[in-house]
T-cell receptor, first 114, second 114 residues
Framework: DAMVIQNPRYQVTQFGKPVTLSCSQT?????MYWYQQKSSQAPKLLFH???????NEADTPDNFQSRRPNTSFCFLDIRSPGLGDAAMYLC?????????????FGDGTRLSIL | AQSVTQLDSQVPVFEEAPVELRCNYS??????LFWYVQYPNQGLQLLLK??????LVESINGFEAEFNKSQTSFHLRKPSVHISDTAEYFC????????????FGQGTILTVHP
C-alpha cells in the first residue's frame, strides 16, 4: 500500500544533541509537510516543501531545519534540542498545494529529551 | 485568516449511543473542511472531507458530517458508536490563499465506555 513512513517511531536524545527524524513516501506527492504536536494540542505546521521549494512558517524556530534530497524522502533536523522540543513530530504529504487536496499523515515520531 | 473551534475538548459516551462532535469555523473565503481521527500514538487519518456538492458527507465506518454554511459549522455525527471509535478527532479547514495549509481545531477526545 502507498503510504507515509516515519522512522524511528520513538527517539530519545540528550539536551543539546542534534537529532534527525526521517520521513519517506510512496505516494509520489509533490508536497511534504512537517508538524509538531505537543500533548493535548493540535498539530502545528513547521514547514513544507513543494518539490524542492522550501517554505518556512514565520514562527518556526531557527533550531529546526529540513532537507528533501529527492521526491520520496524528507528529513527534520533539530540542531540543539531543548526540553520544550519534546513532542510528536508528524510528516504529511499531499498531491499539490491546491486547497482541496487532503494531506496524508505518517504515524509520527515521538521525541523525548533527556 | 481562518480559525476552527471545536466546542468540546472531551466527549464521553456509552457504546451504541449516538454522538455529535461540534466544529465551527470562521473564514472570509470559501473553505474546504476535513475531519481527521488520531488513535493513541499514531498519526492523523482522514475521516471525511467536504469539498463541494452535497453538504452531507459520509465515511466508510459510519460517521457523517454536514456542512452548514449559514451556521459556519461542520459537525461530526455517528448514530451508534463502538469502543473502537475511542480516539481524538480534529476538525480542519483550508481555503483561499492558504495553499492547502490546514488550520486545525484543538481536538475532541471521544471516549466510548462499555
Amino acid at each position: 500500500d502507498a503510504m507515509v513512513i516515519q522512522n524511528p517511531r520513538y527517539q530519545v536524545t540528550q539536551f543539546g544533541k542534534p537529532v534527525t527524524l526521517s520521513c519517506s513516501q510512496t505516494l509520489n506527492h509533490n508536497v511534504m509537510y512537517w508538524y509538531q504536536q505537543k500533548s493535548s494540542q493540535a498539530p502545528k505546521l513547521l514547514f513544507h516543501y513543494y518539490d524542492k521549494d522550501f517554505n518556512n512558517e514565520a514562527d518556526t524556530p531557527d533550531n529546526f531545519q529540513s532537507r528533501r534530497p529527492n521526491t520520496s524522502f524528507c528529513f527534520l533536523d533539530i540542531r540543539s534540542p531543548g526540553l520544550g522540543d519534546a513532542a510528536m513530530y508528524l510528516c504529511a504529504t499531499s498531491r499539490g498545494t491546491i486547497s482541496n487536496q487532503p494531506q496524508h499523515f505518517g504515524d509520527g515520531t515521538r521525541l523525548s529529551i533527556l | 485568516a481562518q480559525s476552527v473551534t471545536q466546542l468540546d475538548s472531551q466527549v464521553p459516551v456509552f457504546e451504541e449511543a449516538p454522538v455529535e462532535l461540534r466544529c465551527n469555523y470562521s473564514s472570509s473565503v470559501s473553505v474546504y473542511l476535513f475531519w481527521y481521527v488520531q488513535y493513541p500514538n499514531q498519526g492523523l487519518q482522514l475521516l471525511l472531507k467536504y469539498l463541494s456538492g452535497s453538504t452531507l458527507v459520509e465515511s466508510i465506518n459510519g460517521f457523517e458530517a454536514e456542512f452548514n454554511k449559514s451556521q459556519t459549522s461542520f459537525h461530526l455525527r455517528k448514530p451508534s458508536v463502538h469502543i473502537s471509535d475511542t480516539a481524538e478527532y480534529f476538525c480542519a479547514v483550508t481555503g483561499g490563499t492558504s495553499y492547502g495549509k490546514l488550520t486545525f481545531g484543538q481536538g475532541t477526545i471521544l471516549t466510548v465506555h462499555p
